[in-house]
């Protein structure tokens, strides 16, 4: 019985081994985006009252000098005014150099600080899956930062300057 228990107990660290996975990491990463596109409705309840979808593109930077093209699009339930309800929620994707892809959900909420006239930003989300070094990519995310401009006539603008940080796992 004991040969038994040692075999079993040996395949299933082989097993283990011949799927590594690195849990507990830690990524951290800066977006730099423009709103390229934006879509508003409004609302029936409201003249203030917007409903839309919107295209982030920018760049991802990362410490030690990584760097990601950035997508990001989404739908987004705002009151225009600085103490209305701010929401959206969107898809992310990462593209490097090398090829390696990272998508993410992501949704969150914009505020004003007081005496601020651009809107901060913060959320959470969660990684949805990855190609390359990022393949099996899963765990979650937060996110906050906020506007360096706002809109422009052709609701284009809009350039934002936002923090990560992500707990993931990497199972290849």
Same mark, same amino acid.
């Not at 309840?45 to 699009?73: S, T």
């Not at 906050?144 to 401009?149: C, D, Q």
């Given at each position: 019985?004991?040969?038994?228990?040692?075999?079993?107990?040996?395949?299933?660290?082989? *097993?283990?081994?011949?799927?590594?996975?690195?849990?507990?990491?830690?990524?951290?990463?800066?977006?730099?985006?423009?709103?390229?596109?934006?879509?508003?409705?409004?609302?029936?309840?409201?003249?203030?009252?917007?409903?839309?979808?919107?295209?982030?593109?920018?760049?991802?930077?990362?410490?030690?000098?990584?760097?990601?093209?950035?997508?990001?699009?989404?739908?987004?339930?705002?009151?225009?005014?600085?103490?209305?309800?701010?929401?959206?929620?969107?898809?992310?994707?990462?593209? *490097?150099?090398?090829?390696?892809?990272?998508? *993410?959900?992501?949704?969150?909420?914009?505020?004003?600080?007081?005496?601020?006239?651009?809107?901060?930003?913060?959320?959470?989300?969660?990684?949805?899956?990855?190609?390359?070094?990022?393949?099996?990519?899963?765990?979650?995310?937060?996110?906050?930062?906020?506007?360096?401009?706002?809109?422009?006539?052709?609701?284009?603008?809009?350039?934002?300057?936002?923090?990560?940080?992500?707990?993931?796992?990497?199972?290849?």
């Amino acid at each position: 019985m004991s040969r038994l228990v040692s075999l079993a107990l040996t395949l299933g660290l082989l *097993f283990c081994l011949a799927a590594p996975s690195l849990a507990g990491q830690k990524l951290v990463w800066q977006e730099v985006s423009h709103l390229t596109v934006v879509h508003k409705l409004s609302a029936p309840d409201g003249e203030k009252h917007l409903l839309g979808v919107y295209r982030h593109e920018g760049v991802c930077l990362f410490p030690g000098g990584d760097k990601a093209a950035y997508e990001n699009v989404g739908e987004f339930d705002v009151y225009e005014s600085e103490d209305g309800t701010r929401t959206h929620q969107g898809y992310g994707k990462m593209v *490097f150099a090398d090829g390696s892809t990272i998508i *993410f959900q992501a949704s969150g909420e914009e505020y004003f600080v007081q005496g601020q006239k651009l809107p901060k930003v913060k959320g959470g989300g969660k990684f949805l899956g990855g190609t390359g070094r990022f393949k099996g990519i899963s765990g979650a995310l937060s996110f906050s930062g906020g506007y360096v401009s706002g809109l422009k006539k052709d609701d284009t603008g809009g350039d934002a300057v936002l923090d990560y940080i992500a707990d993931y796992t990497l199972t290849k």
